[in-house]
């Protein structure tokens, strides 16, 4: 059977799976129409500013628009934001003092803010080299949050928690918006004054419901993921609580600054046009997951999640179970990109990065996840991640084309 045969038949199966992403991402998309109607937004809030961009009224704008979709009492959305790493770090930086504790309680964070919090090394400039204590708290054999290790840790009354709602690059199940409820409760019981930040990195509009509006404080991610809906050139959001925001964006800027200045350049209508498409990409993104998922568990390969799970995130693992594998895989999704089709990917370094990577990324904007991606870190049990796809029909061509290169030895 060819591979698109293949795909024809198995997405029979997955017409009800398909029509849950499909009520979630309607119901996101007339949350953020309803935020655009209620901003009165107009063309005028898409021309930028230039040098300190004082009285930018499209960037204030959209950050009262991301405000109201995430339901928090204030934002920050800047280009001048470089990544989602960035716009967590800044609010490490921003609320964490000498002496501090930060809890992380879903396991080892995300690869680069390893080096942001710096418990492994000693280098300059990390979280732990300016005194500010770090600890956390394993995931359970499966997984999951482990509540009662949770509920232990909190007596040392740390600052701050951090929550990782992705998995990432590693093979955990993404916190679902259940999970996450009942973990804030358990923080809120536990250490009522800590500061909840969640890494929302890949979870934007992938539920009903978002980390803020379950009693989060902070949440951060990035504009080439979820939010930025494919369009956004680049940048990072954080929302939260307004005393929080302002300590952020001291950090951010300067102590006095703030939020005040940060020319939004020409980026504004591609800011507000990705987060108004949000929704429908993120689900593309999650179609495009669902699909594979199924076609390659059909094909014998153990996919995470499975493709009828719930899910948080957009991304998608399987177990291939050899580097060779892996290199196959990402350089398939590579020749069927729209951009540097002709490139063959390789292992290589990357910064933020321990493992070497081989990264697909035929995308328009330089590493844009949101777009069809897949990456693959040179390590036991040899997993790629799958993530993102502006349109379901090219995921569909992809996984048709991975299913004849997998079927043939
Ligand atoms: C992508 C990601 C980050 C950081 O993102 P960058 O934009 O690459 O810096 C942080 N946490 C999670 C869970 C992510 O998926």
């Known amino acids: ?84 790493t960035h716009a967590i770090s800044a609010c490490l930086f921003g609320l964490l003092r000498p002496g501090d504790e930060l809890l992380a309680l879903t396991g080892a964070p995300y690869d680069t803010l390893q080096h942001v919090i710096g418990a492994a090394e000693r280098r300059r400039g990390t979280l732990c080299e300016r005194g500010i204590k770090y600890e956390e708290v394993a995931l359970d054999h499966a997984g999951g949050v482990d509540f009662l290790a949770v509920e232990r840790r909190l007596q040392s009354a740390p600052r701050m928690v951090l929550i990782q709602r992705s998995r990432g690059y590693s093979l955990r199940p993404a916190i679902d918006m259940e999970a996450l409820r009942r973990l804030i409760a358990t923080v809120r019981a536990g250490a009522p004054h800590c500061i909840i930040l969640v890494d929302n990195c890949y979870g934007e509009f992938t539920e009903w419901e978002e980390p803020i509006e379950l009693g989060a404080d902070i949440i951060a991610g990035s504009l080439i993921k979820n939010p930025g809906g494919g369009l956004a050139p680049g940048g990072g959001y954080i929302c939260g609580r307004g005393d929080l925001i302002a300590e ?85 999704v590579q020749r069927y990109s729209p951009v540097d089709s002709d490139v063959q990917p390789e292992f290589a370094r990357l910064p933020g990065y321990d493992d070497e990577v081989v990264m697909a990324a035929g995308t328009f904007i330089q590493g844009a996840s949101i777009e069809l991606s897949a990456d693959a870190p040179r390590r036991e049990p040899y997993c790629v991640f799958w993530q993102g796809s502006l349109s379901y029909e090219h995921s569909r061509y992809v996984v048709s084309r991975l299913v004849d290169e997998f079927n043939t030895p």
Request: proline letters at 2%; aromatic letters at 8%.
């Open 1 to 84: 059977m060819s591979g698109i045969q293949l795909v024809r038949k198995l997405e029979g199966e997955l017409a009800a799976v398909f029509a849950t992403a499909g009520e979630v991402a309607y119901d996101n998309q007339i949350k953020v129409l309803e935020a655009f109607r209620e901003l009165k937004i107009r063309e005028q809030h898409f021309h930028g500013s230039s040098g300190y961009g004082y009285d930018d009224r499209g960037r204030d704008d959209l950050e009262r628009l991301y405000a109201l979709v995430f339901k928090a009492e204030d934002a920050i959305v800047r280009a001048q934001i470089v990544s989602g």
């Open 248 to 332: 952020v964006a001291a950090h951010l800027t300067a102590p006095g600054l703030g939020k005040a200045l940060g020319a939004s350049s020409g980026a504004n209508r591609q800011l507000y046009q990705g987060l108004f498409s949000a929704p429908h990409v993120v689900l593309q993104a999650l179609k495009s997951s669902i699909l594979l998922a199924r076609v390659f568990s059909e094909l014998g390969y153990e996919a995470l999640p499975r493709w009828d799970a719930k899910r948080s995130d957009i991304v998608q693992a399987v177990c291939l179970g050899e580097a060779e594998k892996l290199l196959r895989f990402v350089r398939t």
